[in-house]
């Protein structure tokens, strides 16, 4: 399972690890990434995404899951994350 974010795409990042006697060694900065259950209140159902605690935030902040995918760009979102995205536009247009 890759660690990127399905509804930012955030992913590893690359660093330095500083010591005291200021030696670089490389590093991997990974996102905090959880498994969590969202629930779209247009389609009545719930979705388990693998979700940074950042854009988990961002969902809370925005209205939910619904409102979120509204607003995200499609080339940041995972293959899953589209597809909730275009059932919900799906299922508003017929409404």
Known sequence: MSRVCELTGKGPMT???VSHANNKSRRRFLP???EVTLI???????FKLRV???ALRTVDHRGGLDAFLAKAKDDELSAGALKIKK???KAQAAA
Not at 40 to 46: F, H, K, T, V
């Open 40 to 46: 779209s209140d247009i389609l009545g159902q719930s």
């Open 15 to 17: 660093g330095n690890t």
């Open 32 to 34: 905090n990434l959880n």
């Open 52 to 54: 940074s605690a950042a």
């Open 87 to 89: 059932d919900i536009a």
